[in-house]
């Protein structure tokens, strides 16, 4: 039987999980189109949908071409390819419930920079034009979205006939095994892990491939009725680097071209900016993978629709989603607001950084370490497996975690506005991922703390009097 418990009553909890399994597909082509062909404004595709109604919703929803499967077919080799095949050391993740201790090879890095190199690489040489994805960005997500649903059936279905582990079981309900999965850690043979490849090599990676692909159509050159392509890259790199420099920052508008945005092959220091500060941001979580296999989503968080569908298609299309406002509607912020943006963001990615490794470090070393320069604080917890096994954890009470319960939270939806500010305010579909990610966020630490209280008992309510706020120092 799968350990399956849920935050809210059994009524809500079959609402929600029926709304987004429902609503969550259709909302991703409504996203791409309100950004790509609706000039961003919600008004704007609602008043097309009250004027064609069902017909015309059915006829904004790309139909998944073969360019597109081919370009999720090749990506997701290349990824699982590097995933199997590149060296990496050996990681052991938590023990599970049942007493498991999955063992993971620590290439990530190599992976990121292996996919950004190659991806580049082929632009540069003419082989691959980024460009093309984000022209088929429709058909691509289309397909993700019916891809991923069948991916899920067979998750389902392996997890009742042929699960890796006894970390599985079936909640008794066919929704909820759906939904949040039936196995733990579902593995194809012995040394593919499928939420690594899912969470990590698929999802995420993408966030990176399409931060640079959304910039690079920003370099393109298109005129008008698709007469004249222009791709040079030699000089489309020369003002990109000016622009890295921020040397170039004048508004200078061809009404010629098919689209404003496309400015002489420069990329806005808007783009810029939304785009280094996510690629910083993958960057980071590539850096600090093996600390992500200690997280909810690998060691709680069953392999089911709501990690891997959300993975496969949400990531993608709904974390991408300011970059994506910004190709058609570039901002020029000036050299100083840029900068203040820019600096602002690092700035959060590191502190969420920081706190990661600060917990890390302080489980590594068993909490013999220092904690900004003293011993920390802590607290010793024990807990009881479900075989039956007494064992203890530590709980840190110092540091960013003497803070609030889940502080790395407030930097994370922090970066979150810092690469989506640079879109101003004109619109507030930008916007909607900082405000997911802000419920995401709010209802993990909601579903941690319960859990942890399940798990620790007395413990966690001493913890609690140390640590008094969830998220939000002070506040929350």
């Not at 691959?128 to 891809?147: M, Q, R, T, W």
């Not at 300011?322 to 020029?332: D, F, I, T």
Request: hydrophobic share 45%; proline share 4%; glycine share 6%.
């Amino acid at each position: 039987m799968a350990e399956t418990k849920t935050v809210h009553s059994p009524l809500v909890t079959y609402f929600s999980m029926l709304s987004l399994l429902t609503l969550c597909p259709p909302f991703v082509i409504l996203l791409w189109y309100t950004m790509v062909h609706a000039d961003g404004s919600i008004c704007q595709t609602w008043d097309y949908l009250k004027q064609h109604g069902l017909q015309g919703f059915i006829n904004i929803w790309p139909r998944p071409t073969a360019i597109a499967w081919k370009i999720i077919a090749c990506y997701a080799v290349f990824e699982a390819a590097l995933q199997l095949l590149l060296p990496g050391k050996k990681v052991e993740g938590p023990i599970s419930p049942r007493g498991n201790r999955p063992i993971y090879k620590a290439n990530g890095v190599a992976a990121y920079v292996a996919t950004l190199v190659t991806y580049l690489t082929l632009w540069w040489f003419g082989i691959f034009n980024p460009s093309i994805v984000y022209d088929h960005l429709g058909e691509i997500f289309s397909a993700l979205i019916f891809g991923s649903l069948v991916f899920c059936v067979f998750l389902y279905i392996k997890g009742h006939l042929a699960p890796s582990s006894n970390d599985s079981g079936s909640s008794g309900n066919m929704i909820i095994d759906f939904y949040w999965g039936m196995e733990l850690y579902p593995r194809i043979g012995k040394n593919f892990d499928i939420k690594v490849f899912t969470n990590c090599r698929f999802g995420m990676m993408s966030w990176a491939v399409l931060a640079l692909t959304y910039c690079i159509k920003q370099l393109s050159f298109h005129y008008i009725g698709g007469l004249i392509g222009y791709d040079h890259k030699h000089v489309l790199f020369s003002n990109f680097v000016s622009h890295v420099l921020f040397l170039v920052t004048e508004d200078c508008c061809d009404r010629d071209l098919i689209c404003a945005y496309e400015q002489n092959g420069k990329v806005a220091d808007s783009m810029l900016v939304n785009t280094i500060l996510m690629l910083v941001y993958v960057t980071k979580f590539f850096w600090w993978e093996a600390g992500y296999w200690n997280t909810m989503d690998i060691a709680h968080d069953r392999a089911g629709f709501y990690i891997c569908w959300g993975c496969l298609v949400w990531v993608p299309s709904v974390y991408t989603s300011p970059g994506m406002y910004l190709v058609n509607h570039p901002v020029n912020l000036g050299l100083q607001l840029a900068l203040y943006i820019l600096a602002a963001g690092i700035l959060s990615i590191y502190v969420n950084y920081d706190c990661d490794r600060q917990r890390q470090e302080f489980r590594r070393t068993n909490g013999k370490c220092f904690v900004w320069g003293k011993a920390p604080s802590k607290i010793v917890a024990s807990y009881n497996t479900t075989s039956g096994e007494t064992k203890t954890s530590l709980l840190l009470t110092s540091g960013w975690w003497g803070l609030s319960r889940h502080f790395h939270y407030v930097p994370e939806i922090l970066a979150a506005f810092f690469w989506t500010v640079p879109a101003l305010f004109n619109h507030f579909l930008p916007y909607f991922y900082v405000i997911f990610l802000t419920i995401l966020l709010f209802d993990r630490a909601k579903r941690d703390d319960d859990r942890c209280r399940s798990k620790y008992g007395k413990y966690w309510k001493l913890y609690c009097e140390k640590v008094r706020y969830r998220i939000v120092p002070g506040i929350y």
